[in-house]
């Protein structure tokens, strides 16, 4: 079986297989021609990662699983779900019944992911998708998959996100790299949303002035630094493959909260662009009007 064909009996993306293969957890032969040849072995260990990890259990509670079959780390979770009361009683039930006879398609037909975060976590899981997720969007997957049509937005994304690379460009990795790596938002939802939504005056200057500052240099000499050059090939090239025609419009189907953080972002943005006399041109060139007087 290739890897096109395994995923749609996993329900797995092609980067979580291929993610969970480098992390050790199942080793594929390929045959004469390159291509991952995956067995039915490699597919029943697939169903049971993907049980263990809408449990939330982590690669290295996996692996030993997966090589000892020790009940006890899901006996473990079992009891730790009872107490923290965040599965339904039909989800306890699934894992007790997993727990006996091993059936991961009864599990993964019964259990579901959490949160979308945890979702994200597992099926797109390592660097690239899963860093931007964490970076930009983490404080807005902590909610619970409770419609279909969330489930479907859910399903749209990880379409997109595994059909399309995101190439963070070197430059841009290597200053990444020397503040710390990509910097993950500590905020909650709601404090990101009343930041824009409820913002002062005096507040709108202060942040008016810093953006008016990097607008100028970025419309000066450092146009042409490297970092920000490949910064705007990475938005335009994203935009190409339909990052605000397919991602954001459903990542918006899935959390409520990006939903309200978004429109009070752009309420602030359309209104500063607007008094700023700044735009972005086709290429993701920033542009200030001539007209401006600022």
């Not at 980067?15 to 597919?43: F, H, I, M, P, W």
């Not at 997720?133 to 595994?162: G, M, W």
């Not at 990509?182 to 002035?209: F, G, N, P, V, W």
């Not at 000499?221 to 490297?226: A, F, G, R, S």
Request: glycine share 6%.
């Amino acid at each position: 079986m290739l890897l096109n064909e395994i995923i749609n009996e996993v329900g797995m993306t092609k980067r979580a297989v291929k993610y969970y293969e480098e992390k050790g957890l199942l080793s594929v032969d390929k045959d004469n021609n390159g291509y991952r040849n995956y067995t039915a072995q490699d597919v029943e260990t697939l169903k049971k990662i993907s049980v263990y990890r809408k449990l939330g259990i982590s690669i290295k509670d996996i692996q030993s699983l997966l090589e000892t079959g020790d009940k006890s780390i899901l006996l473990r979770i079992y009891q730790e779900k009872v107490q923290e009361k965040v599965l339904k009683d039909s989800e306890l039930e699934a894992l007790k019944q997993f727990i006996d006879d091993g059936d991961a398609d009864k599990a993964n037909e019964a259990l579901d992911y959490q949160t979308v975060e945890n979702a994200i976590e597992s099926l797109l899981p390592g660097k690239e998708w899963g860093d931007y997720f964490k970076s930009h969007f983490k404080p807005f997957l902590n909610v619970r998959l409770k419609t279909l049509e969330q489930k479907q937005a859910l399903q749209n994304i990880l379409e997109y996100c595994d059909e399309t690379t995101l190439k963070v460009p070197f430059i841009m990795g290597i200053g990444a790299k020397m503040i710390g790596g990509i910097a993950q938002e500590t905020r909650t939802a709601d404090e990101m949303i009343a930041y824009y939504r409820d913002m002062s005056e005096s507040e709108y200057e202060r942040l008016k002035e810093k953006v008016w500052k990097g607008a100028k240099m970025k419309n000066g000499i450092m146009k042409y630094h490297p970092a920000f050059i490949a910064q705007r090939k990475m938005q335009k090239e994203l935009q190409n493959k339909g990052y605000n025609d397919i991602f954001i419009p459903n990542l918006m189907v899935l959390s409520p909260t990006y939903v309200e953080y978004k429109k009070a972002l752009d309420n602030v943005n359309d209104r500063m662009c607007r008094e700023l006399g700044l735009y972005y041109d086709s290429n993701y060139n920033l542009v200030i009007k001539k007209d401006n007087s600022k």
